[in-house]
């Protein structure tokens, strides 16, 4: 949180609103994820060590506020390599937004173990539309070979929780 909050306005922002036909950007809330998966460690890992890290929650929401004041955003895309994977910063982020009533539209990725009924229902309520869910595949054995840790019945449960509760699902 002691790194300034970056410069968006160093990226082509009115080329990629006119090219996307919304007006989005993207922040980073936390690095790392506790997934063993082949095909992303150990490369995450040593890029980003073992533990998550986050940013506090007082540090996204000045930065969401900043994003909405000087680039009037449709939405905002967190870009984290698993959102939910630490539940103490989601919670901590989802009641800062609705405590001092933030007015965002919001998407996020994450592992679909991370997700249950209970954060689906915080994420709605803090303004987030849409999860994209790490599913990677709906084969069984393909998701073993991964090392996702996973099953397709956790995947199907995920996504029908999510479209319950009114999240758009990716």
Known sequence: ??????????????????????????????????????????????????RIRTHGSDY??????????????????ISDDSFLASKKH?????????????????RCQTRVDFLDREVVRMLKSAGCFAVALGVESGSQEILDSLGKRVTVQAIKDAFRVCHEEGILTH
């Open 1 to 50: 949180d002691s790194l300034p909050i970056p410069d968006q306005s160093l990226f082509p922002y009115q080329r990629y609103f006119k090219e996307k036909g919304f007006r989005e950007l993207s922040i980073i809330t936390s690095r790392g994820c506790p997934g063993r998966c082949s095909f992303c460690q150990p490369t995450l890992e040593k890029m980003f060590g073992r």
């Open 60 to 77: 996204v929401v000045n930065q969401i506020r900043l994003l909405q004041e000087r680039f009037k955003l449709d939405f905002v895309v």
């Open 90 to 106: 989601v919670r901590e982020f989802c009641e800062k937004l609705v405590r001092e009533r933030v007015d965002v539209f919001w």
